[in-house]
Nanobody
Framework: QLQASGGGLVQAGGSLRLSCAAS????????AGWFRQAPGKEREFVGT????????DYADSVKGRFTISRDNAKNTVYLQMNSLKPEDTAVYYC??????????????????WGQGTLVTVSS
């Protein structure tokens, strides 16, 4: 199971850090991803971190502002979000891909999904 947390209300320009903790399955050697779904829109790709940690991919819309990191000892993946914009408002989901090192935004390549955590950015 994946448990996402850390969402909340923040003003534009602020920062939040989301966490995704895994139980029953380790993140080590698997790729963790983050997606988001804004109201009335489809779920979209945010970024991924492969187990090698050097193969991170990010959506153009968050590149340079969001960073994915991992704490293997805690079996937790993080999404650090800086310079937040109102358009970043969404429910954020973490996901785990067992079979792909770089699954990118192809959601069918992910095997486990967290329940989502809401991020609201006010202008």
């Amino acid at each position: 199971q994946l448990q996402a947390s850390g969402g909340g209300l923040v003003q534009a320009g602020g920062s939040l850090r989301l966490s995704c903790a895994a139980s029953g399955r380790t993140f080590i050697r698997y790729t963790a991803g983050w997606f988001r779904q804004a109201p009335g829109k489809e779920r979209e790709f945010v970024g991924t971190m492969a187990w090698g940690a050097s193969d991170n991919d990010y959506a153009d819309s968050v590149k340079g502002r969001f960073t994915i990191s991992r704490d293997n000892a805690k079996n937790t993946v993080y999404l650090q979000m800086n310079s937040l914009k109102p358009e970043d408002t969404a429910v954020y989901y973490c996901a785990l891909s067992l079979g792909y090192s770089r699954p990118g935004g192809v959601q069918t390549r992910y095997d486990y999904w967290g329940q989502g955590t809401l991020v609201t950015v006010s202008s």
